[in-house]
Protein backbone atom coordinates (compact mmCIF):
# COMPACT_ATOMS: atom_id res chain seq x y z
CA UNK A 1 0.00 0.00 0.00
CA UNK A 2 1.18 3.37 -1.14
CA UNK A 3 1.64 6.04 1.45
CA UNK A 4 1.70 9.78 1.02
CA UNK A 5 5.76 10.26 1.71
CA UNK A 6 6.43 7.44 -1.04
CA UNK A 7 3.65 9.64 -3.48
CA UNK A 8 7.03 12.02 -2.97
CA UNK A 9 4.80 14.53 -1.63
CA UNK A 10 6.63 17.72 0.09
CA UNK A 11 7.35 17.18 3.83
CA UNK A 12 5.09 20.62 4.40
CA UNK A 13 2.05 19.10 3.07
CA UNK A 14 3.05 15.41 4.73
CA UNK A 15 3.54 17.73 7.93
CA UNK A 16 -0.50 19.23 7.43
CA UNK A 17 -1.79 16.05 6.48
CA UNK A 18 -0.50 14.42 9.91
CA UNK A 19 -3.39 16.59 11.77
CA UNK A 20 -5.96 15.24 9.61
CA UNK A 21 -7.71 11.76 9.30
CA UNK A 22 -6.03 11.79 6.01
CA UNK A 23 -3.49 8.94 6.91
CA UNK A 24 -3.05 7.23 3.98
CA UNK A 25 -4.15 8.02 0.11
CA UNK A 26 -7.19 6.94 -1.18
CA UNK A 27 -7.33 5.04 -4.46
CA UNK A 28 -8.12 7.76 -6.78
CA UNK A 29 -5.36 9.81 -5.16
CA UNK A 30 -2.61 6.94 -5.11
CA UNK A 31 -3.42 6.58 -8.96
CA UNK A 32 -3.83 10.82 -9.56
CA UNK A 33 -1.20 12.19 -7.58
CA UNK A 34 1.71 10.80 -9.34
CA UNK A 35 0.72 12.00 -12.51
CA UNK A 36 -0.12 15.41 -11.45
CA UNK A 37 2.89 15.67 -9.81
CA UNK A 38 4.53 14.98 -13.48
CA UNK A 39 2.77 18.00 -14.79
CA UNK A 40 -0.16 15.54 -17.15
CA UNK A 41 -3.31 16.90 -17.95
CA UNK A 42 -5.57 14.32 -16.27
CA UNK A 43 -9.00 13.26 -16.09
CA UNK A 44 -10.29 11.41 -12.76
CA UNK A 45 -13.12 9.74 -12.65
CA UNK A 46 -14.34 8.39 -9.45
CA UNK A 47 -17.61 8.04 -7.35
CA UNK A 48 -18.27 10.67 -4.85
CA UNK A 49 -16.36 10.51 -1.64
CA UNK A 50 -13.52 8.91 -2.92
CA UNK A 51 -11.16 11.89 -2.43
CA UNK A 52 -10.77 13.46 -5.49
CA UNK A 53 -10.51 16.66 -3.65
CA UNK A 54 -7.09 15.93 -2.44
CA UNK A 55 -6.22 14.03 -5.34
CA UNK A 56 -6.01 17.14 -7.21
CA UNK A 57 -5.27 19.65 -4.48
CA UNK A 58 -2.43 17.54 -3.11
CA UNK A 59 0.08 17.28 -6.28
CA UNK A 60 -1.24 20.87 -7.02
CA UNK A 61 0.34 22.69 -3.35
CA UNK A 62 3.15 20.27 -4.51
CA UNK A 63 4.10 22.08 -7.63
CA UNK A 64 2.73 25.56 -6.20
CA UNK A 65 4.79 25.17 -3.15
CA UNK A 66 8.40 24.59 -5.01
CA UNK A 67 7.64 28.19 -6.53
CA UNK A 68 8.74 29.66 -3.70
CA UNK A 69 7.58 33.33 -4.03
CA UNK A 70 5.07 34.58 -3.96
CA UNK A 71 2.33 35.55 -6.66
CA UNK A 72 1.52 38.96 -7.88
CA UNK A 73 -0.94 41.64 -7.52
CA UNK A 74 -4.51 40.48 -9.00
CA UNK A 75 -2.57 37.85 -10.61
CA UNK A 76 -3.66 33.96 -9.88
CA UNK A 77 -1.48 30.91 -10.21
CA UNK A 78 -4.08 27.72 -10.35
CA UNK A 79 -7.99 28.32 -10.90
CA UNK A 80 -10.25 25.56 -9.60
CA UNK A 81 -13.84 25.77 -11.15
CA UNK A 82 -16.74 23.97 -9.09
CA UNK A 83 -20.27 24.41 -9.76
CA UNK A 84 -21.69 25.80 -6.67
CA UNK A 85 -21.00 28.04 -3.62
CA UNK A 86 -21.03 25.16 -1.06
CA UNK A 87 -18.06 23.32 -2.86
CA UNK A 88 -16.17 25.83 -3.48
CA UNK A 89 -15.97 26.35 0.04
CA UNK A 90 -15.79 22.46 0.57
CA UNK A 91 -12.69 22.97 -1.42
CA UNK A 92 -11.54 25.95 0.02
CA UNK A 93 -11.85 24.65 2.95
CA UNK A 94 -9.97 21.11 2.20
CA UNK A 95 -7.09 24.30 0.70
CA UNK A 96 -6.60 25.67 3.93
CA UNK A 97 -6.19 22.92 5.93
CA UNK A 98 -3.51 21.59 3.32
CA UNK A 99 -1.94 24.60 3.24
CA UNK A 100 -1.74 25.00 6.81
CA UNK A 101 2.21 26.23 8.02
CA UNK A 102 2.83 27.32 4.17
CA UNK A 103 2.68 30.54 2.37
CA UNK A 104 0.23 29.43 0.08
CA UNK A 105 -2.65 31.82 -0.57
CA UNK A 106 -5.97 30.39 -1.23
CA UNK A 107 -8.70 32.75 -1.86
CA UNK A 108 -12.66 31.87 -2.97
CA UNK A 109 -15.02 33.91 -5.02
CA UNK A 110 -18.76 32.94 -4.71
CA UNK A 111 -21.59 34.82 -6.26
CA UNK A 112 -24.05 36.31 -3.13
CA UNK A 113 -21.35 37.53 -1.26
CA UNK A 114 -19.75 40.78 -1.66
CA UNK A 115 -17.87 41.89 -4.48
CA UNK A 116 -15.90 44.29 -3.04
CA UNK A 117 -14.37 42.40 -0.40
CA UNK A 118 -13.53 39.54 -3.02
CA UNK A 119 -11.80 42.39 -5.30
CA UNK A 120 -10.14 43.24 -2.65
CA UNK A 121 -8.48 40.05 -1.72
CA UNK A 122 -8.16 38.97 -4.90
CA UNK A 123 -5.75 42.73 -5.67
CA UNK A 124 -3.28 40.97 -3.37
CA UNK A 125 -2.20 38.16 -5.81
CA UNK A 126 -3.83 34.29 -5.03
CA UNK A 127 -1.70 31.15 -5.63
CA UNK A 128 -4.75 29.64 -5.58
CA UNK A 129 -8.22 30.70 -6.31
CA UNK A 130 -11.49 28.56 -5.92
CA UNK A 131 -14.23 30.21 -7.93
CA UNK A 132 -18.05 29.75 -9.39
CA UNK A 133 -17.74 30.26 -12.86
CA UNK A 134 -20.43 33.09 -12.86
CA UNK A 135 -18.58 35.54 -10.08
CA UNK A 136 -15.42 35.04 -11.69
CA UNK A 137 -16.54 36.28 -14.89
CA UNK A 138 -18.06 39.15 -13.46
CA UNK A 139 -14.42 39.83 -11.79
CA UNK A 140 -12.44 39.51 -14.81
CA UNK A 141 -15.03 41.89 -16.64
CA UNK A 142 -14.41 44.19 -13.93
CA UNK A 143 -10.37 43.86 -14.07
CA UNK A 144 -10.03 42.56 -10.35
CA UNK A 145 -8.44 39.50 -11.17
CA UNK A 146 -6.38 38.50 -14.39
CA UNK A 147 -5.23 35.14 -15.29
CA UNK A 148 -2.65 35.64 -17.22
CA UNK A 149 -0.16 34.17 -15.05
CA UNK A 150 -2.53 31.03 -14.51
CA UNK A 151 -0.48 27.31 -14.89
CA UNK A 152 -3.26 25.41 -14.06
CA UNK A 153 -6.96 24.79 -14.08
CA UNK A 154 -8.97 22.49 -12.52
CA UNK A 155 -12.63 21.80 -13.41
CA UNK A 156 -13.94 19.97 -10.44
CA UNK A 157 -17.10 17.93 -10.49
CA UNK A 158 -17.45 18.55 -14.35
CA UNK A 159 -20.19 16.31 -14.84
CA UNK A 160 -22.65 19.11 -12.66
CA UNK A 161 -20.87 21.49 -14.52
CA UNK A 162 -22.28 20.53 -18.13
CA UNK A 163 -26.10 20.13 -16.17
CA UNK A 164 -25.77 24.13 -15.71
CA UNK A 165 -25.30 25.23 -18.97
CA UNK A 166 -22.13 25.68 -18.05
CA UNK A 167 -19.81 25.38 -21.30
CA UNK A 168 -20.57 28.86 -21.85
CA UNK A 169 -19.21 30.66 -19.33
CA UNK A 170 -16.00 28.16 -19.28
CA UNK A 171 -15.31 29.07 -22.77
CA UNK A 172 -15.10 32.82 -21.51
CA UNK A 173 -12.98 31.87 -18.67
CA UNK A 174 -10.60 29.33 -21.03
CA UNK A 175 -10.08 32.63 -22.67
CA UNK A 176 -8.10 34.21 -20.03
CA UNK A 177 -6.17 31.44 -19.44
CA UNK A 178 -2.79 30.61 -21.29
CA UNK A 179 -2.59 27.63 -23.55
CA UNK A 180 0.15 26.52 -22.18
CA UNK A 181 -1.08 25.06 -18.86
CA UNK A 182 -1.94 21.74 -16.99
CA UNK A 183 -5.73 20.98 -16.97
CA UNK A 184 -7.45 18.46 -14.47
CA UNK A 185 -10.90 17.13 -14.66
CA UNK A 186 -12.43 15.53 -12.05
CA UNK A 187 -16.27 14.04 -12.65
CA UNK A 188 -18.23 10.99 -10.38
CA UNK A 189 -19.99 10.28 -13.96
CA UNK A 190 -18.92 10.56 -17.47
CA UNK A 191 -21.66 11.06 -19.55
CA UNK A 192 -20.75 11.34 -23.42
CA UNK A 193 -20.33 15.64 -22.90
CA UNK A 194 -17.60 15.07 -20.63
CA UNK A 195 -15.68 13.61 -22.96
CA UNK A 196 -16.20 16.01 -25.68
CA UNK A 197 -15.37 18.65 -22.86
CA UNK A 198 -12.24 16.99 -22.37
CA UNK A 199 -11.30 16.83 -25.90
CA UNK A 200 -11.54 20.45 -25.44
CA UNK A 201 -9.82 21.68 -22.69
CA UNK A 202 -7.32 18.88 -22.07
CA UNK A 203 -3.87 17.85 -23.95
CA UNK A 204 -2.83 13.88 -23.72
CA UNK A 205 -4.39 13.68 -20.45
CA UNK A 206 -3.57 10.86 -18.57
CA UNK A 207 -7.35 8.72 -17.68
CA UNK A 208 -7.51 7.35 -14.08
CA UNK A 209 -10.73 6.17 -13.03
CA UNK A 210 -11.29 3.78 -9.70
CA UNK A 211 -14.90 2.55 -10.39
CA UNK A 212 -17.01 2.14 -13.30
CA UNK A 213 -19.08 6.08 -13.01
CA UNK A 214 -22.11 6.05 -13.11
CA UNK A 215 -21.90 3.22 -9.97
CA UNK A 216 -23.42 3.61 -7.26
CA UNK A 217 -20.82 2.66 -4.07
CA UNK A 218 -21.77 -0.69 -2.97
CA UNK A 219 -22.68 -0.59 0.55
CA UNK A 220 -25.59 2.01 -0.13
CA UNK A 221 -28.71 -0.35 0.04
CA UNK A 222 -30.82 1.27 -2.23
CA UNK A 223 -34.54 0.67 -2.90
CA UNK A 224 -37.89 2.21 -4.33
CA UNK A 225 -41.14 2.75 -2.88
CA UNK A 226 -44.24 2.95 -5.33
CA UNK A 227 -46.66 5.88 -3.62
CA UNK A 228 -48.50 8.44 -5.03
CA UNK A 229 -47.30 12.68 -4.87
CA UNK A 230 -50.09 12.80 -1.88
CA UNK A 231 -48.87 10.15 0.39
CA UNK A 232 -44.97 10.79 0.35
CA UNK A 233 -44.72 13.28 3.31
CA UNK A 234 -46.60 10.64 5.50
CA UNK A 235 -44.45 8.03 4.10
CA UNK A 236 -41.07 10.09 4.56
CA UNK A 237 -42.19 10.87 8.20
CA UNK A 238 -42.75 6.83 8.75
CA UNK A 239 -39.10 6.31 7.24
CA UNK A 240 -37.62 9.53 8.97
CA UNK A 241 -39.31 8.29 12.62
CA UNK A 242 -37.90 4.45 12.13
CA UNK A 243 -34.42 6.07 12.70
CA UNK A 244 -34.38 8.58 15.06
CA UNK A 245 -31.25 10.29 15.84
CA UNK A 246 -30.05 9.20 12.09
CA UNK A 247 -29.34 12.17 9.63
CA UNK A 248 -31.64 12.18 6.83
CA UNK A 249 -30.97 14.20 3.33
CA UNK A 250 -34.10 14.47 1.37
CA UNK A 251 -34.52 16.49 -2.47
CA UNK A 252 -36.64 17.49 -3.57
CA UNK A 253 -37.16 18.62 -7.21
CA UNK A 254 -38.22 22.24 -7.00
CA UNK A 255 -36.95 25.10 -4.36
CA UNK A 256 -40.89 25.80 -3.69
CA UNK A 257 -41.61 22.41 -3.10
CA UNK A 258 -38.31 22.14 -0.89
CA UNK A 259 -39.33 24.83 1.07
CA UNK A 260 -42.98 23.63 2.27
CA UNK A 261 -41.58 20.15 2.76
CA UNK A 262 -39.35 21.31 5.41
CA UNK A 263 -41.90 23.84 7.24
CA UNK A 264 -43.78 20.43 7.31
CA UNK A 265 -41.28 18.44 8.13
CA UNK A 266 -40.87 20.75 11.22
CA UNK A 267 -44.28 21.21 11.93
CA UNK A 268 -44.41 17.87 12.78
CA UNK A 269 -41.34 18.33 15.00
CA UNK A 270 -38.22 17.28 13.28
CA UNK A 271 -35.30 19.15 13.40
CA UNK A 272 -35.28 19.84 9.77
CA UNK A 273 -33.74 22.82 7.73
CA UNK A 274 -33.61 23.32 3.94
CA UNK A 275 -31.21 24.55 1.38
CA UNK A 276 -32.09 25.67 -2.45
CA UNK A 277 -31.47 28.50 -4.89
CA UNK A 278 -34.20 31.17 -2.51
CA UNK A 279 -32.20 30.61 0.36
CA UNK A 280 -29.12 33.36 0.87
CA UNK A 281 -25.53 32.33 1.03
CA UNK A 282 -25.60 32.78 4.39
CA UNK A 283 -28.81 30.82 5.36
CA UNK A 284 -27.24 28.29 3.08
CA UNK A 285 -23.99 28.25 4.84
CA UNK A 286 -25.53 28.33 8.30
CA UNK A 287 -28.07 25.27 7.69
CA UNK A 288 -25.06 23.49 6.20
CA UNK A 289 -22.78 23.90 9.76
CA UNK A 290 -25.62 22.91 11.72
CA UNK A 291 -26.45 20.03 9.77
CA UNK A 292 -22.93 18.71 9.32
CA UNK A 293 -22.24 19.69 13.06
CA UNK A 294 -25.51 17.38 13.96
CA UNK A 295 -27.64 19.97 15.45
CA UNK A 296 -29.58 19.38 12.49
CA UNK A 297 -31.43 15.62 11.53
CA UNK A 298 -33.41 16.33 8.40
CA UNK A 299 -32.09 18.32 5.69
CA UNK A 300 -34.46 19.17 2.20
CA UNK A 301 -32.23 20.19 -1.14
CA UNK A 302 -32.65 20.46 -4.33
CA UNK A 303 -29.57 18.55 -6.78
CA UNK A 304 -28.09 22.16 -7.07
CA UNK A 305 -27.78 23.03 -3.79
CA UNK A 306 -26.57 19.88 -2.03
CA UNK A 307 -24.15 18.97 -5.12
CA UNK A 308 -21.02 17.18 -4.05
CA UNK A 309 -21.40 18.45 -0.07
CA UNK A 310 -19.69 16.30 2.04
CA UNK A 311 -21.26 15.93 5.18
CA UNK A 312 -20.14 12.25 6.56
CA UNK A 313 -23.30 11.70 9.57
CA UNK A 314 -25.54 11.12 6.29
CA UNK A 315 -27.62 7.89 6.88
CA UNK A 316 -30.31 8.25 4.76
CA UNK A 317 -30.90 9.67 1.85
CA UNK A 318 -34.67 10.05 0.61
CA UNK A 319 -35.41 10.85 -3.70
CA UNK A 320 -38.71 12.43 -2.34
CA UNK A 321 -38.95 13.19 -5.75
CA UNK A 322 -37.47 11.69 -8.11
CA UNK A 323 -34.65 13.20 -10.00
CA UNK A 324 -35.20 14.01 -13.60
CA UNK A 325 -31.47 14.03 -14.82
CA UNK A 326 -30.38 9.87 -14.15
CA UNK A 327 -26.96 11.15 -12.93
CA UNK A 328 -28.65 12.96 -10.50
CA UNK A 329 -29.36 9.67 -8.64
CA UNK A 330 -25.64 8.42 -8.31
CA UNK A 331 -24.60 12.23 -7.08
CA UNK A 332 -28.00 12.13 -4.58
CA UNK A 333 -27.29 8.74 -3.41
CA UNK A 334 -23.49 8.94 -2.86
CA UNK A 335 -24.32 11.93 -0.27
CA UNK A 336 -24.83 8.58 2.09
CA UNK A 337 -22.23 6.29 2.95
CA UNK A 338 -19.60 8.41 2.50
CA UNK A 339 -16.05 7.49 4.34
CA UNK A 340 -17.00 3.82 4.80
CA UNK A 341 -19.83 4.68 6.95
CA UNK A 342 -23.65 2.61 5.95
CA UNK A 343 -26.58 4.26 4.06
CA UNK A 344 -29.89 3.37 2.71
CA UNK A 345 -31.43 5.43 -0.34
CA UNK A 346 -34.70 5.65 -0.72
CA UNK A 347 -36.88 6.06 -4.54
CA UNK A 348 -40.13 7.79 -3.50
CA UNK A 349 -41.87 7.24 -6.94
CA UNK A 350 -45.28 8.51 -8.23
CA UNK A 351 -46.92 7.65 -11.06
CA UNK A 352 -45.57 10.70 -13.05
CA UNK A 353 -41.67 9.34 -12.17
CA UNK A 354 -41.76 6.08 -13.91
CA UNK A 355 -40.06 7.70 -16.70
CA UNK A 356 -37.49 8.70 -14.51
CA UNK A 357 -37.36 5.33 -12.64
CA UNK A 358 -36.86 3.98 -15.90
CA UNK A 359 -33.70 6.03 -16.91
CA UNK A 360 -31.95 5.71 -13.73
CA UNK A 361 -32.32 1.97 -14.16
CA UNK A 362 -31.22 1.47 -17.28
CA UNK A 363 -28.26 3.36 -16.17
CA UNK A 364 -27.49 1.57 -13.28
CA UNK A 365 -27.86 -1.25 -15.67
CA UNK A 366 -29.89 -2.85 -13.09
CA UNK A 367 -33.57 -2.61 -11.13
CA UNK A 368 -34.03 -0.53 -8.07
CA UNK A 369 -35.47 -3.80 -5.25
CA UNK A 370 -39.37 -2.47 -4.57
CA UNK A 371 -39.74 -2.02 -0.95
CA UNK A 372 -43.34 -0.88 -0.89
CA UNK A 373 -46.35 -0.20 -3.56
CA UNK A 374 -45.89 -2.01 -7.15
CA UNK A 375 -45.19 -0.68 -10.74
CA UNK A 376 -47.44 1.91 -12.11
CA UNK A 377 -49.57 0.34 -14.88
CA UNK A 378 -49.56 2.00 -17.74
CA UNK A 379 -52.71 3.10 -17.02
CA UNK A 380 -51.75 4.91 -13.59
CA UNK A 381 -49.09 6.45 -15.60
CA UNK A 382 -51.37 8.13 -18.34
CA UNK A 383 -54.01 9.38 -15.64
CA UNK A 384 -51.17 10.98 -13.73
CA UNK A 385 -51.16 14.47 -13.22
CA UNK A 386 -48.07 16.43 -14.83
CA UNK A 387 -45.71 17.51 -12.60
CA UNK A 388 -45.75 21.51 -12.10
CA UNK A 389 -43.15 22.09 -14.38
CA UNK A 390 -42.14 20.22 -17.69
CA UNK A 391 -39.90 17.21 -16.94
CA UNK A 392 -38.31 16.73 -20.11
CA UNK A 393 -36.67 20.19 -20.75
CA UNK A 394 -37.20 21.73 -17.59
CA UNK A 395 -33.95 23.60 -16.69
CA UNK A 396 -31.73 22.21 -13.50
CA UNK A 397 -33.12 24.77 -10.73
CA UNK A 398 -30.49 27.39 -9.89
CA UNK A 399 -29.02 27.93 -13.52
CA UNK A 400 -30.00 30.91 -14.67
CA UNK A 401 -28.36 30.30 -17.79
CA UNK A 402 -29.80 28.59 -20.90
CA UNK A 403 -27.56 25.32 -21.36
CA UNK A 404 -24.22 25.16 -23.50
CA UNK A 405 -23.82 22.87 -26.23
CA UNK A 406 -24.05 20.12 -24.08
CA UNK A 407 -26.04 20.81 -20.93
CA UNK A 408 -29.34 18.51 -21.29
CA UNK A 409 -31.55 17.43 -18.99
CA UNK A 410 -33.26 14.35 -20.30
CA UNK A 411 -36.39 14.21 -22.71
CA UNK A 412 -39.20 12.88 -21.29
CA UNK A 413 -39.14 9.23 -21.34
CA UNK A 414 -41.56 7.05 -21.95
CA UNK A 415 -43.04 6.74 -18.82
CA UNK A 416 -43.70 2.39 -18.37
CA UNK A 417 -41.18 0.19 -18.22
CA UNK A 418 -42.14 -2.87 -20.41
CA UNK A 419 -40.74 -5.18 -18.37
CA UNK A 420 -43.51 -4.21 -15.63
CA UNK A 421 -46.04 -2.97 -18.06
CA UNK A 422 -49.56 -4.47 -16.96
CA UNK A 423 -52.96 -4.52 -19.39
CA UNK A 424 -54.73 -1.33 -18.95
CA UNK A 425 -57.19 -1.84 -16.75
CA UNK A 426 -54.72 -3.15 -13.69
CA UNK A 427 -54.22 0.43 -13.07
CA UNK A 428 -53.58 0.34 -9.11
CA UNK A 429 -50.57 -1.40 -7.72
CA UNK A 430 -51.17 -4.81 -6.55
CA UNK A 431 -48.89 -5.96 -3.85
CA UNK A 432 -46.79 -8.91 -5.57
CA UNK A 433 -47.35 -7.38 -9.36
CA UNK A 434 -43.56 -7.22 -8.98
CA UNK A 435 -41.89 -10.06 -7.32
CA UNK A 436 -39.86 -9.00 -4.78
CA UNK A 437 -36.37 -9.64 -5.74
CA UNK A 438 -33.87 -11.25 -3.21
CA UNK A 439 -30.31 -10.63 -2.65
CA UNK A 440 -29.74 -7.85 -4.05
CA UNK A 441 -29.30 -5.99 -1.02
CA UNK A 442 -32.95 -4.55 -0.63
CA UNK A 443 -33.83 -2.81 2.74
CA UNK A 444 -34.46 -5.60 5.43
CA UNK A 445 -37.66 -4.11 6.08
CA UNK A 446 -39.59 -1.29 4.57
CA UNK A 447 -42.42 0.37 5.95
CA UNK A 448 -46.07 -1.12 5.67
CA UNK A 449 -47.60 -1.24 1.88
CA UNK A 450 -49.81 1.63 1.97
CA UNK A 451 -53.39 0.89 0.47
CA UNK A 452 -55.50 3.17 -1.54
P1 LIG B 1 -15.14 13.58 -3.61
O1 LIG B 1 -14.72 14.91 -4.14
O2 LIG B 1 -14.53 12.42 -4.35
O3 LIG B 1 -16.63 13.44 -3.48
P2 LIG B 1 -13.99 14.52 -1.13
O4 LIG B 1 -12.70 15.05 -1.62
O5 LIG B 1 -15.07 15.51 -0.84
O6 LIG B 1 -14.56 13.42 -2.13
O7 LIG B 1 -13.68 13.63 0.16
C1 LIG B 1 -14.70 12.90 0.80
C2 LIG B 1 -14.34 12.69 2.27
O8 LIG B 1 -13.26 11.79 2.40
C3 LIG B 1 -13.93 13.96 2.99
O9 LIG B 1 -14.51 13.98 4.26
C4 LIG B 1 -12.42 13.84 3.09
O10 LIG B 1 -11.90 14.54 4.20
C5 LIG B 1 -12.23 12.35 3.22
N1 LIG B 1 -10.93 11.90 2.72
C6 LIG B 1 -10.34 12.29 1.57
N2 LIG B 1 -9.15 11.67 1.41
C7 LIG B 1 -9.00 10.86 2.48
C8 LIG B 1 -7.97 9.95 2.90
N3 LIG B 1 -6.86 9.77 2.16
N4 LIG B 1 -8.14 9.31 4.06
C9 LIG B 1 -9.25 9.50 4.80
N5 LIG B 1 -10.26 10.34 4.46
C10 LIG B 1 -10.15 11.01 3.32
MG1 LIG C 1 -15.65 16.54 -4.96
Given amino acids: ?116 KQAERLSKGSDVLVATPGRLIDLLERGD ?107 GRTKHGSEKLYKLLASWGFTAGSIHGNKSQNQRDKTLSDFREGKM ?42 AGAEGTAVAFCAPAEMGELQAIEKMLKKPIPVIGGAPWSAAAVAAAPKPVQGRGGQRPQGSGRPHGAGGKPQGAKPAVRSAVAKPAGAAQPAGGARPPRKSQGALSRGPQRWTS
Avoid: W
Fill in 145 to 251: VFLDDCGYLVLDEADHMLDMGFIHSLNKIAKHIPVKRQTLLFSATMPKDIETLAATYLRNPVRVQVAPPGKPIERIVQGVYFIPNGDKAKLLETFLKKHPGEQALVF
Fill in 1 to 116: MTTFAELGLSPKLLKALEKTKMQDPTPIQAQAIPHIMKGSDLMGLAQTGTGKTAAFGLPLLHRLLDLGHPPAPKRVRALILAPTRELVNQIAENFMVFTKGTAIKVTMVVGGASLF
Fill in 297 to 338: DVLVATDVAARGIDIPGVRHVYNYDMPNVPENYVHRIGRTAR
